[in-house]
């Protein structure tokens, strides 16, 4: 089994930056591409970024692209997510997931960690 662990959320306020990281161990961690999902309060868990396994693909949600950028050192065994221009609807848990290939949905990766919360207030 794969143990992901979440850091870095807080509460900031709009337009201010956060760096969410994903601390992996157990199996190893270069074999499987990377994602980050948010969730907010009653909704579904929402695609944020994804990563293949050597880092050389990226892909974005529409809502994310210019702001967010996701990156990964496998010799760290770590993912990143850094955040700019943040936006109260932005506020949500981030959840980072491991999984054989990147997808956009959640259902087919294998791995979750616990999750941080980010909050932007206005």
């Known amino acids: 089994q794969v143990q992901l662990v979440e850091s870095g959320g807080g509460l900031v306020q709009a337009g201010a930056s956060l760096r969410l990281s994903c601390a992996a161990s157990g199996r190893t961690f270069s074999s499987f591409a990377m994602g980050w999902f948010r969730q907010a309060p009653g909704k579904e868990r929402e695609f944020v970024a994804a990563?293949?396994?050597?880092?050389?693909?990226?892909y974005y949600a529409d809502s994310m692209k210019g702001r967010f950028t996701i990156s990964r050192d496998n010799a760290k065994n770590t993912v990143y997510l850094q955040m700019n221009s943040l936006k109260p609807e932005d506020t949500a848990v981030y959840y980072c997931?491991?999984?054989?290939?990147?997808?956009?949905?959640?259902?087919?990766?294998?791995?979750w960690g616990q999750g941080t919360q980010v909050t932007v207030s206005s």
């Open positions: 990563i293949s396994w050597s880092g050389g693909s990226t």
């Open positions: 997931a491991a999984g054989l290939g990147p997808s956009v949905r959640a259902g087919e990766y294998d791995y």
